[in-house]
């Protein structure tokens, strides 16, 4: 045949598509979730998450220091609270001796060069299940607002280096923002869950957490999955109100979104590679349906090329041995 451009030429030796690659995947792209109990060598495999685990506080800080040795830098703690001490004001949001403060100061102490995330939301607390008080029957606004800036303070204060408000509430990333600089928490950035859809693909995080709501559902205040402009205004408000990072969750269903939000933002763009979207992969593996490596990269890869600058993603601690 007589062809000048042949593309095949760009990817005839492994060494030629690395150089050529497009996208790239790094460990410093990825931030590892990890789920922390207050029991202290808690180590309890999450049924719908194969491979993740429930970590009590000094069996938990000892993982995370195995996964800052393979090469992860940047780690978000989400807690499992018991229900007992949950209640329907979510009290221990703002406790500055729960345990989960305690272990934050544990983390720093152990790990002080890592990158500390913490969940801003009041959902592990509240006895309602909700991101936001209960009054009435009503998640509110307002008085939920309050009490995530009064936990981003306690967070900060006892070392947290970003605090994520995953709520959606309006207005709440200037209202955290003025309460940590109130605080002299000036450089305490904010990754806000700017984009966060009520999706369906977060069931087993609500496993791991046993975080459910009690009544009803999230729609109220997550994102309805239908809308895309949608995400952009409330992107540029978070923006605009002091957001350091923004977010897309979840992240798979969502490239477009993710896309999208990645040509206007003045601030970096992370996305959550969700509970679901991990699950998914695993038991399909698991059931030999497909190469669980293989396809993990690819949709990691999928999601940074999509826009995404980190990624949060339950394959971290596996990647950093993969790549």
Known sequence: ???????????????????????SLSLNKLIYPIFIAEDANLKQEIRT???????????????????????????????????AQKDKKA???????HFLIRFFKDFKNALPEATLISDIALDPFNSDGH??????????NDASVDVLAKMAVVHASAGV??????????????????ALDEAGHEDTSILAYSAKYASAFYGPFR??????????????YQMDPRNSREALRETRLDIQQGADIVMVKPALAYLDVIQRVKRFSEVPVAAYNVSGEYAMIKL??????????RAALESLIAIRRAGADVILSYWAFQAADWL
Request: no cysteine; charged share 30%.
């Open 1 to 23: 045949m007589d062809l000048k451009i042949r593309p095949r030429r760009n990817r005839k030796s492994d060494s030629v598509r690395e150089s050529l690659a497009e996208t």
């Open 49 to 83: 998450m194969p491979g993740q685990h429930r970590w009590g506080q000094k069996s938990g800080l000892s993982h995370l220091q195995d996964a800052w040795k393979a090469g992860l830098r940047q780690f978000a703690v989400f807690p499992v609270v018991p229900e």
């Open 91 to 97: 009290s221990g949001a703002t406790d500055p001796d």
């Open 131 to 140: 991101d936001g008080l209960v009054r009435d029957g009503l998640i509110v």
């Open 161 to 178: 280096d970003w605090v994520a408000p995953s709520d959606m509430m309006d207005g709440r990333i200037g209202a955290v923002r003025k």
């Open 207 to 220: 496993d791991a957490l046993d975080s459910a709501p009690r009544f009803g559902d999230k729609k109220t």
């Open 284 to 293: 399909a593996a698991q059931a030999g349906a497909l190469d669980e490596k």
